[in-house]
């Protein structure tokens, strides 16, 4: 069976992504995650955003597809106009297959008005609505939970039913909330990226978060 790995971070030569990858014995380069795909039969896999919007920016291996990020870097010093003229330009690049929202870093919920462009755009071309929910990888950029929690996405997909959103990382740890947004909202799914991260032993994690486990698979039956 080929996979498609739908939620990925790359960005090679960052000092910042390095340190993550070593502190989990990998390397954060092109030849190491390409060999990583071939031994694990991934075929594809589509990288969540963290540059600048510039296009030069986003220039990746034939392995990889993108969705353009909107994260804790956007909206500031300049006008909204901007975002969603860049957003435009990725959006026609034929290896731009969505957009990635990052609420809980940029302090707007994913029904507030100054998304409605971004939106709109996402209509427009036909491209999916990726959504950072849950739990924030750092509070380095101030960031606040009650952006990131996955009912937030149930008033967004009834405002906007033609677009297909996905809920990123299953809204963890509010698995129950987002489990109930996912079942009444047939234009929301929901990855589980995430939900493990960093080094660990998979057998001593499987033992000491069995209750964990249990729970996240209640939800997602």
Same mark, same amino acid.
């Given at each position: 069976m080929k996979i498609i790995d739908g939620h990925i971070h790359f960005r090679p030569e960052n =000092?910042?992504?390095t340190q993550v990858a070593q502190a989990s014995g990998h390397q954060n380069s092109e030849k190491y995650i390409r060999e990583i795909f071939q031994s694990n039969n991934i075929c594809h896999g589509i990288v969540m955003g963290n540059f600048e919007l510039d296009v030069e920016n986003h220039i990746y291996p034939d392995f990889l597809s993108y969705c353009v990020g909107l994260d804790s $870097?956007?909206?500031k010093e300049k006008p909204i106009s901007y975002f969603v003229e860049m957003v435009e330009k990725h959006f026609k690049r034929d290896n731009c297959v969505g957009i990635k929202l990052y609420p809980g870093y940029t302090h707007f919920y994913v029904y507030d008005e100054m998304y409605e462009p971004f939106y709109c755009l996402a209509e427009k071309y036909n491209k999916p609505v990726a959504?950072? #929910?849950?739990a924030v990888a750092? #509070? %380095?950029a101030g960031s606040l939970l009650k952006y990131s929690h996955p009912l937030t996405l149930? =008033?967004?997909a009834v405002k906007h039913p033609d677009i297909q959103f996905i809920m990123c990382h299953f809204g963890n740890p509010w698995l129950c909330d987002a489990a109930a947004v996912v079942e009444k $909202? %047939? $234009?929301v799914a929901a990855d589980i990226s995430g939900i493990l991260e960093g080094n660990f032993n998979v057998d001593v994690f499987w033992k000491e978060s069995q209750s964990y486990i249990t729970m996240l698979r209640t939800w997602l039956d």
């Amino acid at each position: 069976m080929k996979i498609i790995d739908g939620h990925i971070h790359f960005r090679p030569e960052n =000092e910042d992504f390095t340190q993550v990858a070593q502190a989990s014995g990998h390397q954060n380069s092109e030849k190491y995650i390409r060999e990583i795909f071939q031994s694990n039969n991934i075929c594809h896999g589509i990288v969540m955003g963290n540059f600048e919007l510039d296009v030069e920016n986003h220039i990746y291996p034939d392995f990889l597809s993108y969705c353009v990020g909107l994260d804790s $870097n956007a909206f500031k010093e300049k006008p909204i106009s901007y975002f969603v003229e860049m957003v435009e330009k990725h959006f026609k690049r034929d290896n731009c297959v969505g957009i990635k929202l990052y609420p809980g870093y940029t302090h707007f919920y994913v029904y507030d008005e100054m998304y409605e462009p971004f939106y709109c755009l996402a209509e427009k071309y036909n491209k999916p609505v990726a959504i950072h #929910t849950g739990a924030v990888a750092s #509070t %380095k950029a101030g960031s606040l939970l009650k952006y990131s929690h996955p009912l937030t996405l149930d =008033e967004l997909a009834v405002k906007h039913p033609d677009i297909q959103f996905i809920m990123c990382h299953f809204g963890n740890p509010w698995l129950c909330d987002a489990a109930a947004v996912v079942e009444k $909202n %047939k $234009n929301v799914a929901a990855d589980i990226s995430g939900i493990l991260e960093g080094n660990f032993n998979v057998d001593v994690f499987w033992k000491e978060s069995q209750s964990y486990i249990t729970m996240l698979r209640t939800w997602l039956d």
